[in-house]
């Protein structure tokens, strides 16, 4: 029994992959299977050179939306004084509007102690009234975990007291100085751009 499995296991690794299969099928015996590697990495380079049709990868090897090099873009509203807010809607967003839409000096808001988009509210160096953070705490409620709730606790600071640690996933911060408000899921008033 023993050289017959080694004679299996000896073929089995000479033939294709195709052969691989249909071997380790008939005979009911699992060898594991061990790739060549320079087939590897033409199979690797294959993938991403693309399909041909513009770079894109087809099929389930697509990139997800959302993705490093997606086409997906934050969310973008206008507050009813004039001011623009910005919503992540995944990971990659999160950071995308973070800590490069936004300046020192915008305000930067997120549902407490739930999973929940970041919103960046862009003074432009004006004075930010009490409804342009009503509004963008709304948004932050709205677009978390908590949107089912009529309302949330939303944290908010400047986004010069929000960090990202060394080697930290996409969407993780860390604040300090922060204030918290309770804002209402509703978001009457605010037009998305």
Do not use: C
Request: proline content about 3%; glycine content about 10%.
């Amino acid at each position: 029994m023993q050289i017959r499995r080694e004679m299996i296991a000896s073929s089995y690794l000479r033939g294709s992959t195709r052969e691989r299969e249909e071997m380790s099928r008939s005979q009911g015996v699992f060898i594991p299977a061990r790739g060549n590697i320079s087939n590897k990495k033409k199979a690797s380079a294959k993938a991403r050179k693309g399909s041909g049709k513009g770079g894109t990868l087809s099929g389930r090897n697509r990139r997800k939306e959302g993705a490093p090099g997606g086409e997906s873009q934050p969310l973008h509203f206008v507050s009813e004084e004039g001011f623009d807010l910005y919503v992540g809607k995944n990971n990659y967003q999160n950071d995308q509007v973070t800590f490069h839409i936004a300046d020192r000096e915008d305000w930067w808001f997120h549902a407490k102690k739930i999973p929940g988009s970041h919103v960046i509210l862009k003074s432009g160096g004006r004075e930010v009234t009490d409804r342009a953070f009503e509004e963008a705490a709304s948004l932050a409620a709205y677009y978390s975990s908590g949107r089912d709730q009529k309302k949330v606790e939303v944290d908010y600071l400047q986004q010069k007291n929000v960090k990202k640690p060394s080697g930290a996933k996409p969407g993780f911060v860390v604040y300090y100085t922060n204030y918290s408000m309770v804002a209402e899921t509703d978001l009457t008033g605010l037009k998305q751009v």
